[in-house]
């Protein structure tokens, strides 16, 4: 069956850290671009970064301008895991973070529609 399972999230203090991950599965096709939304209540879908994973070297990435420079996106492809080392947390990173991928080999994206498959998602909840 295929699906994305993403673990990781919690609750942090304001400049904590936290690493998610989606580990993905039995997928039909190739997933060639992976990426990271996050949905907090009253607000859109945001696009928070993005990865080709039909490279392992010099992987392509691609991040929302709210979390340049704190959030790491990786693909550890020996075990099909998809990371997002998330750092200097703020209040306003908190959401819900979905997992995403595409077999579609499209230029990468911060666009929902981009992707064609989605986990259940993880809570992160940053306090002050």
């Known amino acids: 069956q295929d699906q994305l399972v993403e673990s990781g999230g919690g609750s942090v203090q304001t400049g904590g850290s936290l690493r998610l991950s989606c580990v993905v599965s039995?997928?039909?096709?190739?997933?060639?671009?992976m990426a990271w939304f996050r949905h907090a209540p009253g607000k859109e879908r945001e696009g928070v970064a993005a990865?080709?994973?039909?490279?392992?070297?010099?992987?392509?990435?691609i991040y929302g301008d709210s979390v340049k420079g704190r959030l790491t996106i990786s693909n550890d492809g020996a075990k099909n895991t998809l990371h997002l080392q998330m750092n200097n947390l703020k209040p306003e990173d908190s959401a819900m973070y979905y997992c995403?991928?595409?077999?579609?080999?499209?230029?990468?994206?911060?666009?929902?529609?981009?992707?064609?498959?989605w986990g259940q998602g993880t809570q992160v909840i940053v306090s002050s």
């Open positions: 995403a991928a595409t077999s579609r080999q499209t230029w990468l994206s911060l666009r929902p529609n981009e992707y064609d498959y």
């Open positions: 990865i080709s994973t039909d490279v392992i070297r010099d992987a392509r990435t």
């Open positions: 039995s997928y039909t096709y190739a997933i060639y671009r």
